[in-house]
C-alpha cells in the first residue's frame, strides 16, 4: 500500500511516497546491489515495521500569503513556501504541537518574518520528541531577542499543549539559510529533551544533532555492534561521533573508547552523555577526523607494536589508558561526502583488525571501500537498513576486516 501525501512534488522530502512500501525496499536493494555487489553480498535491506511518522523532529518555516500564515518548507531547489498541512513522516504529535504554535502566533497576532523585506518576528518552529522518554521540545525562532507577550504566549502554549516539557526561544538575526541563530534562551523547562537509544540517555539541546528515527537507529547500531564483535579487551576509536552515541553504546564491551568530532558542540555534548550515563572508559576529541587519524598512524609507526601506554584522564575525571595509536577496532561514520583519502590511509596504517564503517552516502562509500580493499582490508558483511522510509536514502553498515600480514 502506498500513501498519498498532496505535497510530495513540491515538498521534495519523500521522493518514495507514492510507491509501495515493499517497493521501496526492493528498489533500494537493487541499488546497494549495484552499486556494492562487486564488494561482496549485500544482506537484504533492514525495513520497518510502520514505515510513517517515525520522525522526531518536525521543522515549519514560517511564512505569510493572502492574508494567512503559511507553515511548510521551501520548495525543493527554489525558495517558494510550500505550506504543510500534514507530513507522512514526521511524528503526529510534534506536527499537532506545531499547528498548535502556528495557530497561536496568529492568535496573539505576532508578525511573522519575510525572508525578502527582513522584517516581521517569528521565522521558524522546530518540536522534537524523544520517543524512548516522551519528553518534548518547542523551540520558536525568532529575528530578535524583543518578544512581546510572551509570557503569555507561553502559558497559552502549555495550555493547549501540556505534554511539551520545555520551550526555548532561539535568535536568528541573520540573512541566512540557517535555520538556528546563535543564541537560544530557555522560556520554559530545563532548555533540553533527553532520548534514549538501548540503556543509554542523550541529552539533545535545539542543535543538537540526533539521528531523527529511533526505531531504526536501534537496529543500526545493533547491527554496528554485532559487526564489531566486541569482548571487553579492545582499543576503540569512533570517528566522526557527533554527539557519542556510537562510542558510549561500544564503551561498555571495550577496554577504552576515543570518539573524535569536528563540531566542537557536539563534542561537548558527547562529554556530558558519558558523564550522565557514568561511563568512565570513553574520551572525546574535538578535532578533523583526519588530521587525527595521521597522528595516530605516526605515533604508531614512531613507537612500532603499540605496546606504550599512554594515560588519560576522562571528563568523569577518571584514569583510563589509551595505548598510543592503537585501534583494535575502528567505527566511522561520516558525512554522505564520505571519508578523505588521508583517513583511509590512515586507517590503513593503524592497522585496526576490524572497521565497522556507517554510511549514509552509498556513492562516497563505494568509493572508500575500493581504497580501503587496495589497502589491506577485506569486505565481510554489507547491511543496508532504511533508516529513512519514503525517501530515496538508504544507510549500510560495512565490515571490514584485515588481510593476514
Ligand atoms: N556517529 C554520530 C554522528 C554521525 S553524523 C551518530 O550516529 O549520531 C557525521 C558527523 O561527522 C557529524 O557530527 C559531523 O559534524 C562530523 N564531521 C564532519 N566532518 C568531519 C571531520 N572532517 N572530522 C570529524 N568529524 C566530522
Given amino acids: 500500500m502506498s500513501v498519498s501525501c498532496p505535497v510530495q512534488k513540491k515538498c521534495g522530502g519523500c521522493d518514495f511516497a507514492d510507491i509501495p512500501y515493499e517497493e521501496q525496499l526492493a528498489k533500494k536493494q537493487t541499488e546497494m546491489e549495484a552499486l556494492l555487489g562487486r564488494f561482496g553480498k549485500v544482506e537484504p535491506i533492514l525495513g520497518m515495521e510502520d514505515p510513517y511518522h517515525y520522525r522526531g523532529k518536525v521543522h515549519r518555516v514560517l511564512g505569510f500569503q493572502k492574508g494567512k500564515i503559511l507553515s511548510g518548507c521551501y520548495e525543493a531547489g527554489s525558495h517558494r513556501l510550500v505550506n504543510i498541512p500534514e507530513c507522512l513522516i514526521e511524528d503526529r504529535k510534534c506536527q499537532e504541537i506545531a499547528a498548535g504554535a502556528v495557530k497561536l502566533i496568529g492568535d496573539f497576532k505576532l508578525r511573522v518574518y519575510d525572508e525578502d523585506t527582513g522584517y516581521g518576528l517569528m521565522r521558524h518552529i522546530l518540536v522534537r520528541r524523544g520517543f524512548a522518554t516522551d519528553e518534548i521540545m518547542l523551540v520558536l525562532v525568532l529575528s530578535e531577542r524583543m518578544f512581546p507577550g510572551k509570557n503569555n504566549f507561553v502559558k497559552a502554549l502549555r495550555e493547549i499543549h501540556p505534554e511539551i516539557t520545555t520551550i526555548v526561544q532561539n535568535v536568528n538575526p541573520g540573512h541566512t539559510s540557517m535555520v538556528l541563530g546563535p543564541q537560544s534562551t530557555t522560556l520554559f523547562g530545563p532548555g533540553f529533551i533527553r532520548d534514549a537509544i538501548g540503556d543509554l540517555t542523550f541529552r539533545i539541546s535545539p542543535s543538537s544533532f540526533f539521528q531523527v528515527n529511533p526505531v531504526q537507529t536501534e537496529v543500526l547500531y545493533r547491527t554496528a555492534m554485532d559487526f564489531a564483535g566486541l569482548t571487553g579487551k579492545e582499543t576503540v576509536l ?168
Fill in 238 to 405: 569512533d570517528a566522526y561521533c557527533g554527539t557519542g552515541t556510537i562510542g558510549m553504546a561500544a564503551a561498555a564491551k571495550a577496554k577504552s573508547v576515543v570518539g573524535v568530532e569536528l563540531n566542537p558542540e557536539a563534542v561537548a555534548d558527547a562529554r556530558r552523555n558519558a558523564a550522565d550515563n557514568h561511563i568512565a572508559n570513553i574520551s572525546f576529541l574535538a578535532e578533523d577526523a583526519g588530521q587525527y587519524m595521521e597522528r595516530q598512524a605516526a605515533s604508531r609507526i614512531l613507537y612500532g607494536r603499540p605496546e606504550e601506554e599512554r594515560f588519560d584522564r576522562n571528563e568523569a575525571g577518571k584514569l583510563v589508558t589509551a595505548r598510543k595509536g592503537a585501534c583494535d577496532v575502528l567505527f566511522m561514520d561520516p558525512p554522505r561526502t564520505g571519508a578523505t583519502e588521508k583517513f583511509i590511509r590512515s586507517a590503513a596504517k593503524l592497522s585496526p583488525r576490524r572497521i565497522v564503517y556507517i554510511s549514509c552516502g552509498p556513492d562516497t562509500l563505494a568509493r572508500d571501500l575500493s581504497l580501503f580493499v587496495k589497502l589491506k582490508y577485506r569486505v565481510e558483511k554489507i547491511q543496508p537498513v532504511d533508516m529513512f522510509p519514503e525517501t530515496r536514502h538508504v544507510e549500510t553498515v560495512v565490515l571490514l576486516s584485515r588481510k593476514a600480514d
